[in-house]
């Protein structure tokens, strides 16, 4: 089974910034894409970034487009996301997954898409 695992999460101050990585184990696809995805107390789970392995295409939520920057290192194994000018509402536990083979962009906004998950970091950004 591919195991997902998140880091990075932490406490951060209105404006500042973060980097969250997504580290990939076990059996690997020559086609994938790697979404983050986040959920907030009470808030159903949402779409935040996402790339395709295949040619590199990036995607964003329209709520941190501009402020959030989805990256990948395949030697590594890593996903990461870059997150600056955090705001409170950024505040939730993120999640990183992949989908096998290579979506098409809509099909990378969907949660119910992706297969496999990791078990999420929480950013609280708060003064």
């Known amino acids: 089974q591919v195991q997902l695992v998140e880091s990075g999460g932490t406490l951060v101050q209105p404006g500042g910034s973060l980097r969250l990585s997504c580290a990939a184990s076990g059996p690997t696809f020559n086609n994938f894409a790697m979404g983050w995805f986040r959920q907030a107390p009470g808030k159903e789970r949402e779409f935040v970034a996402a790339i395709r392995k295949s040619d590199g295409e990036k995607t964003y939520a329209a709520s941190v487009k501009g402020r959030f920057t989805i990256s990948r290192d395949n030697a590594k194994n890593t996903g990461y996301l870059q997150m600056n000018s955090l705001k409170p509402e950024d505040t939730a536990v993120y999640f990183c997954?992949?989908?096998?083979?290579?979506?098409?962009?809509?099909?990378?906004?969907?949660?119910?898409?992706?297969?496999?998950w990791g078990q999420g970091t929480q950013v609280t950004v708060s003064s």
């Open positions: 997954a992949i989908i096998r083979g290579s979506p098409i962009v809509s099909t990378m906004w969907r949660s119910q898409a992706y297969e496999y």
